[in-house]
């Protein structure tokens, strides 16, 4: 086995607020391979965002990283200066919003961005770069790269945004490339699109996705592994069968049982007892106890301990994914 | 099975509810210093729609289709450009100013985003009892009293009463727009993807909340939604939209288990399946973008992205044709049958199926 | 109404959840979120300093026949423009005045001015503002126009110009300082408004029936006004200083009524034979200022990250 693209060991990320302190990341242990296709999937607050941001570190006041390390082919992230890191990003790692308008600037036409973003992220002059635009327009499937390069951002649609944006993240040639609800915003129809398309290209590439999103159909289209989040932690991590057919920490299991499927006529709806824990104050042991149903009393005090990231584990006193 | 009067529904011994005929609502697009009339914007472009008494109707389609623009016409936030849209037997733009406004009483609203649904300036007892205010001659106490035994109706306890919205989670908040919602005790209810902004486990908590409020308070429901694993789950009904026309009716399950227009088909197979055994090769991918609302393609609106298009598809607009109990404006169904993945085919065993544990809600 | 909306059991409500009704007490709410931001702005020391001083002056005015040693138009022609004393712990000016008194009093003259034009200028246009953004076309142009117009006047020629055609008194100089500031407000507004009307809590008002001008007055006014008090408090300290101005101009306030700015003008000859005429009386200004400065800043601080706070 290669060595990994990413490696996220005990990471603790807070937040200092007037009401206290918000522990966004417990201790989260990840890794990602070369090639490999990661999904983070959580609901609101469980801290797959934080995740991103701080492999980015991107995280200001109040925040902070309290421990833990990050490694990026073998280089230590968090202890590399602010002008090291701002290398990094862009040229070894890059971001994909939700929202594409957030990484294109509207007063700038298309070719200029991406030539410049393109040119300074690797190094080459004006005319080199526009060339590799070009390439990976065109490898996204843009009807007219042309036009496209020609137009202002608020000349195209969501979709034809977010493709420009894929095409302008590719063309950094990255290692890692984190997604953070890419497709959530887009059209179903248009969605099936952008991820088929950034299905083709990774795999030819060979670069590493970690994708994050609380769709699971996604995740089950487009991830080979899965890390499932809640309340800081990843509670579950596996392959993408292991966590679709052998799900083993109770919150997986009664996720999916939540979630409608289109392809099965109507059941029963599914609900998931309480709410999500507000991470100002987590509940004490298991963060998923007061919700579980296969809680037993030592859940209420006990921590279980946390999956490594990189065989089917789950993070539960109860449960081993070794039972099935 | 042939249709006897002009309705839309498959049995129709009563009176449809919402009877909705020809709608129209165009945008004019001004240009210029002198603001003259470029083009028009063809947002809703001749809607037929018939919901029953007691149905869960799904309004269905992708940006630009004219679902959001449908349902605030059907509210009365919109005039229509033209068309008739008819409650209980009743044509709304006969109605005099009066009686536009004691409709309100009939038929209510909940809003897509529950966070700006709700004046963050208000508590939530002030939000719910707005409407009561309004509308009834209740004294403050019995107002009160309404509030609370609504909030409690959503899940909510008295102490909810004195909050501000941006104390509540999105869940919460979706529950005080529903309880508003029913306060009047309306007849129909509009839902504007109820739960599109809310987390995936809420959204089922959310949905089940609207089953129940549904069947103690007599309701029916007009939802739309982009979200069709949603739809398969919770309507009774579908209409699919494309630019502006609904292009399919059908009874759900009819729907989902044998889609005759192409888009339709399209549409069901772009969802992503959560499950990672599911074949997508069968699924298929549309070519081009939706054109403007401004500017359709000729005939039939769909045909230049569609996969069975014939010539005869650009030159008249199709009317609707029964098939079953499914009615679709098309003109290729036959071809169109062997597209995409059947549904039967692809349903593998899914983890709720394997995993279900003794205890039941 | 509807047959299903009169079937509504008011009575049997009122009594089933009784016990319920009585625990709610939706004015605790209020008064709880008051007191957080009270709470949350006296974290600024600056904004404290400001606050505190500023009530120290208002005290003064209230309470400045009994404060003040002299009467403010008393004449003493023995102790002309004499220095700073036990007896005159300000000085005393040309005719013999004391200034110390007049300084208390000018305090009035100071704030009256102060919160009535700016009163004034947030009222007129908040209302306009919201009417413009609200209903668009022809009522905005017609806002805006105005706003545009009164814009490009320094309020020195606003002031110069009314008083030409009125009477150069305070109502005027008030007057003058309104027309000039309320296009701040109206723009303001205007803009929150704007923003404020796609927000679905406006359309849910709509839906519900509720009237334009209610729609208007009771949800959109007060969420879009929100911004606008911080801007008032910093404006204050604009109009003290455009009153001072035109007082310096010989408009606004006459003599004998004791202005600062009167003040600061009568002291300017005699600046290096007898500072204390216009120094006292100029300190006064600076320091007012500074306070509505010093709150506005704080108003502002507070007031935004308090709209993004869970509480």
């Given amino acids: 086995m290669s060595d990994p693209v990413l490696e996220i060991r005990d990471l603790e990320t807070a937040f200092d607020t007037s009401a206290g302190t918000v522990e966004a990341l417990r201790g989260v242990n990840l890794t990602v391979g070369a090639g490999e296709r990661v999904g983070l999937v959580g609901e609101s607050g469980s801290g797959k965002s934080v995740t991103a941001q701080s492999i980015l570190r991107l995280i200001d006041s109040p925040g902070e990283i309290a421990n833990g390390s990050i490694t990026l082919n073998g280089r230590d992230l968090l202890g590399l200066s602010s002008r090291e890191m701002q290398q990094v990003r862009g040229r070894d790692v890059t971001m994909i919003f939700q929202d594409p308008s957030t990484s294109l600037d509207p007063v700038y036409s298309v070719r200029s961005q991406m030539v410049e973003t393109i040119g300074h992220n690797r190094d080459v002059p004006d005319s080199e770069a526009e060339e590799i635009a070009r390439n990976y327009l065109d490898l996204v499937d843009m009807p007219n790269p042309d036009r496209v390069l020609d137009s202002y951002p608020h000349e195209l649609s969501g979709g034809m945004k977010q493709r420009v944006s894929i095409a302008m993240t590719l063309g950094f040639d990255p290692d890692l490339i984190i997604a953070d609800e890419p497709t959530t915003a887009l059209d179903v129809t248009v969605q099936k699109k952008v991820m088929e398309i950034f299905k083709d290209v990774i795999s030819e590439e060979d670069l590493s996705v970690l994708w994050i999103t609380h769709n699971l159909g996604v995740v089950a289209e487009f991830c080979d592994k899965v890390a499932v989040m809640y309340a800081g932690e990843i509670v579950e991590y596996g392959s993408v069968y292991d966590i679709f057919d052998r799900p083993t920490h109770p919150y997986t299991r009664e996720l999916l049982r939540t979630i409608p499927n289109i392809n099965r006529p109507a059941e029963e709806l599914r609900v998931i007892e309480g709410s999500v824990p507000h991470m100002l104050d987590p509940p004490s042991g298991c963060a998923f106890h007061p919700r579980c149903p296969d809680a037993e009393p030592e859940c209420r005090t006990m921590r279980p301990e946390q999956v490594d990231g990189d065989h089917h584990e789950a993070s539960c006193l109860v449960h081993d994914a070794t039972e099935q | 099975m042939s249709r006897n009067d002009d309705s839309l529904a498959s049995e129709a011994p009563a009176q449809p509810l919402l009877k909705v005929r020809g709608l129209q609502k165009h945008y004019p697009i001004k240009e210029g210093i002198l603001r003259r009339q470029t083009g028009t914007v063809r947002a809703v472009d001749g809607v037929d729609l018939d919901v029953r008494s007691g149905d869960i109707h799904a309004i269905v389609g992708e940006s630009g289709c004219g679902k959001s623009t449908l349902l605030e016409t059907l509210l009365g936030l919109e005039d229509p450009t033209s068309g008739t849209v008819a409650f209980e037997g009743t044509d709304l733009s006969s109605l005099s100013a009066q009686q536009q406004r004691q409709l309100k009483s009939e038929i209510q609203i909940v809003f897509q985003n529950p966070e700006s649904s709700l004046d963050p300036r208000d508590t939530i007892g002030q939000i719910i009892a707005e409407p009561l205010a309004l509308h009834t001659d209740a004294t403050n106490r019995q107002i009160d009293a309404r509030v609370v035994s609504l909030l409690d109706d959503v899940g909510l306890g008295p102490d909810y009463y004195g909050r501000y919205p941006h104390e509540l989670s999105g869940g919460q908040q979706q529950r005080v727009a529903i309880a508003r919602a029913i306060s009047l005790n309306p007849t129909l209810i509009l839902l504007d993807e109820p739960t599109s902004a809310l987390d995936v486990s809420v959204q089922s908590k959310t949905l089940k909340l609207l089953g129940e409020i549904k069947d103690e308070y007599d309701l029916t429901y007009v939802m739309v939604t982009h979200d069709l694993s949603v739809v398969r789950q919770f309507a009774t009904d579908v209409s699919v939209m494309y630019l502006g026309n609904v292009i399919e009716t059908a009874p759900v399950e009819a729907l989902f288990e044998s889609p005759k227009h192409p888009y339709t088909k399209a549409l069901i197979s772009a969802v992503p399946v959560p499950d990672p055994h599911y074949d997508s090769q069968n699924d298929i991918t549309l070519p081009g973008t939706v054109p403007e609302p401004s500017d359709p393609p000729s005939g039939c609106r769909f045909h230049p992205r569609c996969p069975v298009a014939a010539e005869e598809c650009s030159e008249a607009f199709p009317e609707f044709e029964a098939h079953g109990d499914t009615h679709v404006r098309c003109i290729r169904v036959a071809e169109a049958e062997s597209l995409g993945p059947v549904a039967q085919d692809n349903r593998s065993e899914s983890p709720s199926a394997t995993h279900t544990t003794p205890e039941d809600d | ?311």
């Fill in chain 3, 1 to 311: 109404m509807s047959e299903r909306t009169t079937s509504i059991d008011w009575e049997g409500l009122a009594d089933e959840w009784e016990d319920e009704v009585e625990q709610i007490g939706s004015a605790g709410s209020r008064l709880q979120r008051l007191t957080y931001f009270v709470r949350d702005l006296a974290k600024h020391r600056l904004s404290v300093v400001g606050a505190g001083l500023l009530m120290f002056v208002a005290v003064i005015a209230v309470f400045a026949p009994q404060i003040a040693p002299y009467s403010p138009t008393e004449v003493n022609p023995t102790a002309i423009r004499a220095g700073p004393s036990v007896a005159h712990p300000f000085g005393t000016d040309s005719l013999g005045r004391d200034i110390f008194s007049r300084v208390i009093f000018g305090s009035r003259i100071a704030l009256q001015i102060a919160v009535t034009s700016m009163g004034i200028a947030f009222v007129i246009g908040s209302v306009l503002g919201a009417l413009a953004g609200y209903y668009g076309g022809k009522v905005d142009s017609v806002v805006q126009t105005a706003i545009d117009t009164t814009w490009a006047f320094p309020a020195i020629i606003m002031g110069l110009a009314l008083a030409s055609i009125l009477e150069p008194n305070l109502t005027t100089v008030l007057a003058a300082i309104a027309l000039v500031f309320w296009g701040v407000f109206a723009r303001l507004v205007r803009g929150e408004v704007l923003s404020l009307r796609e927000l679905e809590f406006i359309k849910a008002s709509e839906a519900i029936g509720l009237s334009d001008t209610k729609i208007i007055f009771r949800h959109l006014i007060p969420n879009a006004i929100v911004p606008a008090f911080v801007v008032v408090t910093l404006q204050m300290g604009n109009a003290i200083a455009v009153a001072a101005s035109l007082s310096f101009l010989g408009l606004g306030v006459q003599p004998p009524t004791a202005s600062w700015g009167i003040m600061l003008s009568a002291g300017r000859q005699y600046i290096t034979t007898a500072w204390w005429i216009s120094v006292f009386p100029g300190l006064a200004i600076v320091i007012v200022i500074m306070s509505f400065n010093f709150l506005g800043e704080g108003l502002r601080d507070t007031i935004d990250p308090k709209l993004e706070n869970n509480r």
